[in-house]
């Protein structure tokens, strides 16, 4: 079954603004990742947050993890046209495999 | 150089035909994966190789068939396709599996290859 849920499916923003993504997961994680998709491309690999960690910063993504209420937020500040793809979060568990949510579809208007 | 590389990247073919996608990464890597995309842009394991050992095989029909040379290589060879096997089909690699401890388990996609069954 599927991990991890972001929330919203669909975000769509003005350059410059900030775009908030959120990802709730069910079962006990080691790390959670965060990645992005451009339409027709492979996913690439944005940050990973472990599960003793609470925040973390790359550039202009802050990525925030409550293991308590099971969910990350992934913050894109200052936001740029090229941002526009789809976001993905992935848990890694006991599992021993790295699990995908169904993503965050950002739009960025120039 | 590409990291992680897949042939062929589009694909269209006939119900009933059997067709392989091939893989390979330049990263070094002891673990390599097939994930399958849908239309809604979900994301599934299909299988994870380890060294040449397959390590994961999730509930996948018998007609896909992974194959691995070496840790380099992952190919995915499909028999008797049918039109729900119509997807995106990534291949990626990691550093190890995922067993916790210095493997923080970061994937590298390939670029994807589009199968399309009429």
């Known amino acids: 079954s599927q991990q991890g849920e972001e929330d919203p499916q669909a975000l769509s923003i003005q350059e410059g603004e900030n775009a908030t993504m959120n990802c709730s997961y069910k079962?006990?994680?080691?790390?959670l990742q965060w990645y992005r998709q451009n339409s027709g491309r492979g996913l690439v690999h944005l940050i990973l947050?472990?599960?003793?960690?609470r925040e973390k910063h790359s550039g202009r993504l802050r990525v925030t993890l409550d293991t308590s209420k099971k969910s990350s937020s992934l913050l894109i500040t200052a936001s740029r046209a090229a941002d526009t793809a789809s976001y993905f979060c992935?848990?890694?568990?006991?599992?021993?495999?790295?699990?995908f949510g169904s993503g965050t579809q950002l739009t960025v208007l120039p | 150089d590409t990291a992680v590389s897949q042939t062929p990247k589009y694909l269209v073919t006939q119900m009933g035909n059997d067709k392989s996608i091939k893989c390979e990464q330049n990263?070094?890597?002891?673990?390599m994966y097939w994930y399958k995309q849908d239309s809604k842009k979900f994301l599934k394991i299909m299988f994870s190789y380890n060294n040449k050992e397959l390590i994961i095989n999730e509930t996948v029909p018998n007609r896909f068939s992974p194959k691995s040379p070496d840790k380099a290589h992952l190919n995915l060879h499909i028999n008797s396709l049918e039109l729900g096997d119509s997807a995106v089909y990534f291949c990626a690699s990691s550093q190890g599996p995922f067993l916790g401890g210095a493997n923080t388990g970061e994937l590298f996609f390939g670029e994807g290859s589009r199968l399309t069954v009429l």
């Open positions: 079962t006990s994680i080691n790390n």
């Open positions: 990263l070094g890597h002891d673990t």
């Open positions: 947050i472990r599960s003793n960690e």
């Open positions: 992935a848990t890694s568990g006991s599992a021993r495999q790295l699990t």
